[in-house]
């Protein structure tokens, strides 16, 4: 009696757990099926697209650096005529409208000169004065003008001329450009994901980046001018390319 009710109640327990493993196996079959769905369905892909918008224009600052090198058998020598005409240059440039706020000393310095023999031997000959002055300016029509005029003055040495934009406008193109370059990026993305058979849904994230300026005259060009032209020496700023770029991966599904 006991061995039939034993065997019974284990028939019973074995049907319920079949009955529970089934239903526990339909269930998770059910459950994983309809995670895939959303997988598939309801969670964007990404597509990284870049874009880009430029714009020409003229810099409104300029940087000029000119200076003075005098040679002679004394440093003090050396630096009294370096000295005298340095002067006589910066006397002469206020006078043609350049502000002593936008000058300032780039560099300085005196230095021994040698001749050396062929054994080796370096005899003392004399000294070199060098002394550099950089005007910043916004000024850009009146660099021509200085330039001459520092030459007629004394200066000897036209070391730089630098045509930039300001801070300030660079700014200020450089917000104009966003909207555009983040347009040109949304383009690109469009035309990928159509051709995937796929939409734009949003976007993840945007990175602005830093905008890049590129000039269309070297500035070597510059330095050769003032050395070699007659009576005024033409400076032409020309023009930069500013260009503003953005990297932005989107959102994409079906």
């Not at 409104?60 to 200076?67: A, C, I, P, Q, R």
């Not at 104009?176 to 993305?189: T, V």
């Not at 995937?196 to 300026?213: D, V, W, Y």
């Amino acid at each position: 009696m006991y061995k039939i009710l034993n065997t019974a109640l284990i028939l019973i327990i074995t049907t319920i757990v079949c009955l529970s493993l089934n239903i526990s196996s339909h269930a998770q079959s059910s459950q994983g099926n309809h995670t895939m769905i959303i997988t598939n369905h309801d969670i964007n892909g990404t597509l990284s697209t870049s874009g880009q918008a430029m714009i020409k224009m003229k810099p409104d600052k300029v940087t000029l650096s000119l200076g003075v090198e005098t040679t002679n058998k004394t440093a003090d020598a050396a630096l009294e005529s370096n000295s005298n005409l340095m002067n006589k240059t910066l006397l002469a440039l206020k006078k043609v409208g350049v502000n002593e706020s936008e000058i300032n000393t780039g560099s300085f310095d005196i230095s021994p000169n040698y001749n050396y023999t062929q054994s080796g031997r370096g005899d003392l000959i004399g000294f070199t004065a060098r002394n550099s002055i950089v005007i910043e300016s916004f000024n850009n029509n009146a660099t021509s003008n200085w330039i001459d005029t520092a030459i007629a003055s004394g200066a000897n040495n036209i070391n730089s001329i630098d045509f930039t934009i300001s801070n300030g406008r660079l700014e200020q193109v450089k917000n104009s450009l966003i909207k555009p370059a983040i347009e040109n990026a949304r383009e690109k993305a469009n035309i990928a994901a159509s051709a995937l058979g796929l939409k734009i849904n949003g976007i993840k994230s945007i990175k602005i980046l830093e905008p890049a300026t590129s000039s269309s005259l070297p500035q070597q060009e510059f330095a050769a001018k003032t050395l070699t032209s007659k009576p005024s020496t033409p400076i032409i700023p020309g023009e930069q390319t500013i260009s503003q770029g953005v990297d932005i991966i989107f959102l994409v599904g079906k």
